[in-house]
């Protein structure tokens, strides 16, 4: 149980054009989701946190209209990355909170395998 | 947010060996969790610990959320090359149930 998947896992890009990735829960509602960036060799740094039906809270220094989030259901939360550039390129992760039957704490979030965006 | 230390940044050692990795936190947490990242991969929730004290293990590995509430470690006993990973503590944040992260240690382990 706890499964995230995320789509693409991959995406190569030119610089300008937007490119949405897909964060899903696939066996429990997640209430609140998670989007981390990760550049190379580095932690995970969060970017916002977003809740279902309402908008997303980003962190000091996130762009909020560059890094559109939408979290319409209690399954899936999108980043849209516009106008994007090369300084963009980074590894996108998502993580997912909530309950299920009793196995997820507010504390334990599951992490989606990641989405490498390379903007040229 | 809090400050997560996390020692050492990367190690390298020999299959069979112990291993033991530390993080420290500027203030108190109610909840320590650590993960695994593989490359190109999400990381994985290993050990979540939530009192003060607290020695949880899971398989070889083993992780103790410290009496003070600043700091945890993992160790991982008889290391195999599939241990191969970056190891991160993570805590909670200011903000609500997102997570701070500590900078990982980067362990490579060889046959």
């Known amino acids: 149980g706890a499964v995230v998947s995320q789509h693409p896992s991959w995406v190569i890009c030119k610089s300008g054009t937007s490119v949405k990735i897909e964060c899903r829960s696939l066996d429990f509602q997640a209430t609140t989701m998670f989007w981390y960036r990760q550049f190379p060799k580095q932690s995970l740094m969060l970017m916002a946190t977003?809740?279902?039906?309402?908008?997303?809270?980003?962190e000091q220094g996130v762009e909020k209209d560059k890094f559109l989030i939408n979290h319409a259901s209690l399954t899936l939360s999108t980043l849209t990355v516009t106008s994007a550039h090369p300084e963009d390129s980074s590894f996108y992760i998502c993580?997912?909170?909530?309950?299920?039957?009793?196995?997820?704490?507010?504390?334990?979030?599951?992490f989606g395998p990641g989405t490498r965006l390379t903007v040229l | 947010g809090q400050q997560l230390n996390q020692s050492p940044q990367s190690m390298f050692i020999q299959e069979g060996e112990d291993v033991s990795m530390n993080c420290t936190s500027s203030?108190?947490?109610?909840?320590w969790l650590w993960y695994k990242q593989e490359p190109g991969e999400g990381p994985v929730l290993l050990i979540a610990?939530?009192?003060?004290?607290e020695l949880t293990s899971n398989g070889r590995l083993t992780a103790q959320f410290g009496i003070t509430r600043k700091d945890s470690f993992l160790n991982i006993s008889a290391s195999i090359p599939s241990d191969v990973g970056i190891y991160f503590c993570?805590?909670?944040?200011?903000?609500?149930?997102?997570?701070?992260f500590g900078k990982g240690t980067s362990l490579l382990v060889t046959p």
């Open positions: 203030s108190i947490f109610n909840t």
């Open positions: 993580s997912a909170t909530g309950l299920a039957g009793g196995l997820l704490t507010y504390n334990e979030q599951f």
């Open positions: 993570a805590g909670p944040a200011n903000s609500g149930y997102a997570l701070n």
């Open positions: 610990l939530y009192k003060a004290g």
């Open positions: 977003s809740n279902e039906g309402s908008k997303a809270t980003y």
